[in-house]
């Protein structure tokens, strides 16, 4: 059974940091992105950040230098499972969002979940007060 679980996430002043958990499992991790999206009020999907099986990350222009994604890709039982995080820090109201890890990357137009060519985690609230 393929699923995406995220933990993390809350609500931290300007300035603070937090970080984001993704458990996905089931997938091919195979030449595939593992993605953080957010959706801010405006209800617009925006990639925040990617990493690729090899390790190439990709970076939104605002959250660069302040957000960190990793991953940590373990098979056991001959089942793959991909834990992928987003280290949060320097955080600004601005980053206040609901934010979404899914397996797969590219421009989502619209709401996130809308985007039906992707797996999507259940989504976690960030808010950062000034």
């Known amino acids: 059974e393929d699923y995406l679980e995220q933990s993390g996430g809350g609500s931290v002043q300007a300035g603070g940091s937090l970080r984001l958990s993704c458990i996905a499992s089931g997938f091919s991790f195979e030449d595939f992105d593992m993605s953080w999206y957010r959706q801010g009020p405006d209800n617009e999907c925006e990639l925040v950040s990617a990493i690729s099986s090899d390790g190439t990350t990709y970076y939104e222009d605002s959250v660069k230098g302040r957000f960190t994604v990793s991953q940590e890709l373990t098979v056991s039982s001959h089942i793959a499972k991909n834990t992928v995080y987003l280290q949060m820090n320097s955080l600004k109201p601005e980053d206040t969002a609901v934010y979404y890890c899914?397996?797969?990357?590219?421009?989502?137009?619209?709401?996130?979940?809308?985007?039906?060519?992707?797996?999507w985690g259940q989504g976690t609230q960030v808010t950062v007060s000034s």
């Open positions: 899914a397996y797969g990357s590219g421009v989502v137009v619209g709401p996130c979940l809308d985007d039906e060519y992707k797996y």
